[in-house]
């Protein structure tokens, strides 16, 4: 969430850093028509309060010059000014639900760097590594390879849950669970973040946090009973709130997480749009890594983060790219985003496998996450930023594409190998 004081004091630098984003500028006309309103009651109530005061203090006076019939009449005034008072802290109370209210369908500021634009179309290509395989014959999609290897069944899991869920089975089941682990060693022994199991589970409040609600309940799978639980879209949503409500010793900064967890997205809004095989699913497999860090230092982490991320394909030999998003493709959140691509044969194409953002303080701000760089420092709010480290669906149908071979075989890379119990190929001979 934005700061109000910020806002109010940078009415015209927000204007125009929500106008690339193409979000609606009459949000801030009304935030001008409701912050004005809010400090004219904030002066009522106090110019009341100051005359009560007063009155009290004469009313003190009078009753010690015996002038009790006079001290009484002025009685009767104050109670007057008290009922005054209350209902300019009612309509005040109104007022300032009203603005919070606004305040938190206001997406992030874009930061300086990040190229503007409508669209994805504004999207900037800043690095390529690797070199996409050549094949000798037409390859196949993961659909068809993983149905020819009996390692997926889209049609029983329809039976099960519905449209856009999938069942692994023998080595493709193995294969999942070897990139969750590999991802994780990778993520932990080498690039030092801490493993967390959190909750797949969470209230309305976590949501709120991390910019999912209230904005987005469409997006979400919420439980039907009364207490208002969710099923996790991201692990990002857990980890950022375990420090929500807190204030952290600024010595510990960058607290460096990661988790692998299911995620569950209703997809609303996407209807016919990827929906064939494992890259649009409402249940998926993710590597997510989160940091906590203290402003002054976040974009340099954002940059290792990304790192982190793609060092993940490095090692599996899969060609992608780095994108900077635009102004108009950014998550509600992010202040920047880099969305790493990763080469799909069957697309001739990069297709997004991890975004990686700085969030800023404006999750912090939700969440109420600050820190303290002395024992008796001001707390400040801390800046977050997350990313996938990385999708494994869209891993495994990378890994598929790329390493088919002509007699429909899938060829494990290896430095995966270990997590496979040394299996060197799916299929053939």
Same mark, same amino acid.
């Given at each position: 969430m934005l700061d109000t004081n910020f806002?109010?004091?940078?009415? /015209? $630098?927000?204007?125009?850093? $929500?106008?690339?984003?193409?979000?609606? $500028?009459?949000?801030?006309?009304?935030f001008n028509e409701l912050d004005e309103r809010r400090r004219a009651l904030i002066r009522e109530r106090d110019d009341l309060n100051a005359s009560r005061n007063r009155e009290s203090q004469d009313i003190g006076k009078l009753m010690k010059g015996g002038q009790k019939d006079e001290a009484e009449s002025r009685r009767i005034e104050v109670r007057k000014l008290g009922d005054r008072i209350a209902e300019a802290e009612t309509q005040l109370n109104a007022v300032e639900a009203d603005l919070t209210a606004l305040l938190v369908t206001i997406p992030n500021l874009p930061e300086d760097s990040v190229p503007v634009g409508r669209d994805e179309s504004a999207n900037q290509e800043l690095k390529r590594w690797g070199t996409p395989p050549s094949f000798g014959f037409e390859p196949r999609d993961h659909v068809d390879l993983a149905h020819a290897l009996g390692i997926l069944d889209l049609e029983r899991a329809a039976k099960i849950s519905g449209a856009r869920f999938a069942i692994l089975t023998g080595l493709g089941a193995r294969l999942e669970r070897a990139l969750i682990n590999f991802c994780l060693e990778l993520q932990t022994k080498k690039h030092g973040y801490e493993e967390v199991v959190p909750p797949y589970i969470v209230n309305s409040n976590t949501l709120y946090g991390t910019g999912q609600l209230p904005k987005f309940e469409a997006d979400l799978f919420k439980l039907t009973d009364e207490r208002n639980?969710?099923?996790?879209?991201?692990?990002?949503?857990?980890?950022?709130?375990?420090?929500?409500?807190?204030?952290?010793? =600024?010595? *510990?900064?960058?607290?460096?997480? !990661?988790?692998?967890?299911?995620?569950?997205?209703?997809?609303?809004? #996407?209807?016919?749009?990827?929906?064939?095989?494992?890259? *649009?699913?409402?249940?998926?497999?993710?590597?997510?890594?989160?940091?906590?860090?203290?402003?002054?230092?976040?974009?340099?982490?954002?940059?290792?983060?990304?790192?982190?991320?793609? !060092?993940? $394909? /490095?090692?599996?030999?899969?060609?992608?790219?780095? %994108?900077?998003? #635009?102004?108009?493709?950014?998550?509600?959140?992010?202040?920047?985003?880099?969305?790493?691509?990763?080469?799909?044969?069957?697309?001739?194409?990069?297709?997004?496998?991890?975004? +990686?953002?700085? +969030?800023?303080?404006?999750?912090?701000? *939700?969440?109420?996450?600050?820190?303290?760089? /002395?024992?008796?420092?001001?707390?400040?709010?801390?800046? !977050?930023?997350?990313? #996938? =480290?990385?999708?494994?669906?869209?891993?495994?149908?990378?890994?598929?594409?790329?390493?088919?071979?002509?007699?429909? #075989?899938?060829?494990?890379? /290896?430095?995966?190998?270990?997590?496979?119990?040394? %299996?060197? *190929?799916?299929g053939g001979r």
């Open positions: 806002v109010r004091a940078n009415l /015209e $630098l927000v204007r125009r850093k $929500l106008g690339g984003r193409g979000f609606p $500028l009459d949000a801030l006309d009304r639980f969710y099923l996790i879209p991201t692990a990002e949503v857990p980890l950022t709130n375990i420090y929500a409500d807190e204030i952290l010793d =600024g010595a *510990r900064l960058p607290i460096k997480m !990661t988790a692998y967890t299911p995620c569950f997205r209703s997809e609303a809004g #996407s209807y016919g749009k990827d929906t064939r095989g494992l890259i *649009r699913q409402h249940q998926f497999d993710k590597v997510e890594l989160v940091k906590i860090t203290a402003p002054e230092n976040s974009y340099d982490e954002l940059e290792s983060l990304t790192r982190d991320a793609e !060092t993940v $394909l /490095e090692e599996l030999g899969l060609a992608y790219r780095r %994108v900077a998003l #635009s102004t108009g493709d950014l998550g509600f959140s992010s202040a920047k985003t880099y969305d790493i691509e990763v080469w799909l044969p069957s697309q001739n194409t990069y297709r997004e496998i991890s975004s +990686c953002s700085n +969030c800023e303080s404006f999750q912090a701000r *939700r969440a109420s996450i600050r820190f303290r760089r /002395e024992q008796k420092s001001k707390p400040e709010f801390a800046h !977050t930023l997350n990313g #996938s =480290g990385l999708a494994i669906g869209r891993l495994w149908v990378a890994l598929l594409e790329n390493y088919q071979q002509a007699d429909g #075989s899938v060829v494990i890379p /290896e430095a995966l190998r270990p997590f496979m119990d040394g %299996v060197k *190929r799916i």
